[in-house]
């Protein structure tokens, strides 16, 4: 299998979006202040030349100027927690890695920034605003510490094209969960049988690397019942029976699945980008990834195969009711010992403007969604006027984001959960029984015992 870069499947292709009329600036200055900023490299170049824009116009507007850096998303990671370490930080910058925003607030290494949300909560999405408002062991109080500028949700992503050639109709996906997912199971064998010897059904990541396997056992454990699995006041819900089971059924159908051959043997071994790179090579029939990253990748690699891809909202539950997806955030974080903090607030209020900031995302050609409610739902391009090869992909994302319920991150009310998804004390579990070594019972009784004792060390005083 070719492994293709997040460069080399999108190198040029659609211009940006409209940009919209940017505002005055909110600092006067009787001279230029420069503000240092680290912004995470956009899996397409639009959503790096969209930032480029943005700089360029709060510069214009503001008289101030921002030395920046745009990082790829790995190394990201890793520099901000340097940088957080040392003491030696930028004015700005997005962490890479939405779980290092609870960390840090509960650590109180970053600047509150309730006074740049505080305008906006009304018009903000529900679980967008509850994923910045973290807990500090410190102050023993929850406030704003992030500032999410764009929306992430994960829908499935399906060969529509390859459905068809199994012999099936795409008219006839279920809209339940259980039959949705074993809607594909006899497909593999049908194109398998016309020479399409290593085309599966799924192409989950079964493994330990990355934040892909947590989405999706996490969602599976939702779609299970396991919603609750952390409560709003920051408790781990161990106990619940309904949780456990939840857990328990999320991770047996994900290991059968495996174990049955349904998804590649090699996938409990994939990073990140392995399932992306699975999907385009139809190696898969369906995959569950978040954003539009799968879609907006064929742009240019392979855009006369978009129109085969169908980019599907959750289904519901075995019960015939919806349950809430996860609405994640792209997040940018002023930390403590900023030197420019007049500025890096200047341009964050800047940038939370919700006509700035749906240009902007627009910009990215719709990988992500807006976090202000209003735009998803009433500015056209999201849902009539875009880009006319993305419309179709838009439409589930607005529909799963703004026209359901939906869940904040698990973290956001504990930064224990961020350290067990970076622990990958569930996903660990599944491969235990994935590979034989555990029954379900005793992989979820372990991954529990582990939770619980993570749990332990972050208390929170106040809900």
């Known amino acids: 299998m070719t492994v293709l870069t997040r460069r080399t499947l999108l190198r ?3 211009g940006l979006a409209a940009a919209g009329v940017l505002t005055r600036p909110f600092i006067a200055n009787a001279e230029a202040t420069t503000a240092t900023v680290w912004w995470v490299q956009g899996f397409a170049p639009q959503e790096d030349d969209a930032f480029k824009k943005l700089v360029a116009d709060y510069e214009k507007a503001s008289g101030n100027h921002l030395d920046y850096s745009i990082v790829p998303f790995a190394p990201l990671r890793q520099k901000f ?4 370490t040392s003491g030696v930080v930028p004015d700005v910058v997005t962490p890479a890695f939405g779980p290092y925003d609870a960390q840090q607030a509960w650590n109180n290494k970053l600047e509150d920034v309730s006074d740049i949300i505080e305008p906006h909560k009304s018009a903000m999405a529900e679980a967008a605003l509850s994923n910045v408002h973290l807990y500090n062991n410190v102050t023993k109080e929850r406030s704003y510490y992030s500032l999410p500028w764009a929306g992430t949700l994960t829908p499935f992503h399906i060969w529509g094209s390859l459905v068809e050639k199994a012999g099936y109709k795409t008219s006839d996906i279920p809209n339940r969960w259980d039959p949705f997912l074993d809607f594909f199971q006899p497909m593999q064998k049908k194109l398998q049988e016309q020479g399409m010897r290593h085309t ?6 079964i493994g330990t690397v990355g934040i892909d396997p947590v989405n999706t056992q996490n969602h599976f454990t939702v779609a299970y019942g396991g919603r609750d699995m ?20 999320a991770l047996d159908k994900l290991a059968t699945i495996y174990r049955e051959g349904y998804n590649p043997s090699s996938s409990i071994n994939w990073n990140d980008a392995d399932d992306n790179n699975s999907f385009h090579s139809k190696l898969c029939i369906v995959d569950f990834d978040g ?12 855009p006369g195969e978009l129109k085969n891809v169908i980019t599907h909202a959750l289904p519901l539950d075995d019960e015939g009711k919806q349950f809430p997806g996860f609405f994640g955030n ?5 930390p403590k010992g900023a030197k420019n903090l007049a500025v890096a607030k200047d341009f964050a209020r800047y940038f939370m403007q919700p006509d700035v900031e749906n240009a ?41 984001g703004f026209k359901r319920p939906t869940l904040p ?23 235990d029984v994935a590979t034989g070594r555990a029954t379900v019972k005793e992989a979820v009784d372990r991954a529990f015992v582990r939770a619980e004792q993570i749990f332990a060390k972050y208390p929170i005083e106040q809900a």
Not at 81 to 84: G, M, Q
Not at 413 to 431: C, D, G, K, R, T
């Open 409 to 431: 991150l698990w973290y956001s009310y504990n930064p224990a959960w961020a350290q067990i998804e970076s622990e990958h004390v569930f996903q660990l579990a599944l491969v």
């Open 12 to 14: 040029g292709s659609m």
């Open 200 to 205: 599966y059904s799924y192409g989950f990541v």
């Open 291 to 302: 954003t539009l990253s799968t879609e907006i990748a064929m742009l240019t690699s392979m």
């Open 330 to 334: 792209f997040t940018a974080v002023i």
């Open 360 to 400: 902007w995302v627009k910009g990215g050609v719709g990988r992500a969604v807006p976090v202000y409610t209003h735009q998803a739902l009433n500015d056209p391009w999201w849902t009539k006027s875009g880009p006319p090869e993305v419309i179709p992909h838009l439409l589930p994302m607005i529909e799963q």
């Open 230 to 249: 952390v409560t709003k006041d920051g408790k781990l819900n161990s106990k619940n029976p309904r949780v456990r089971e939840g857990a328990a059924k």
């Open 81 to 84: 927690i340097s940088a957080i």
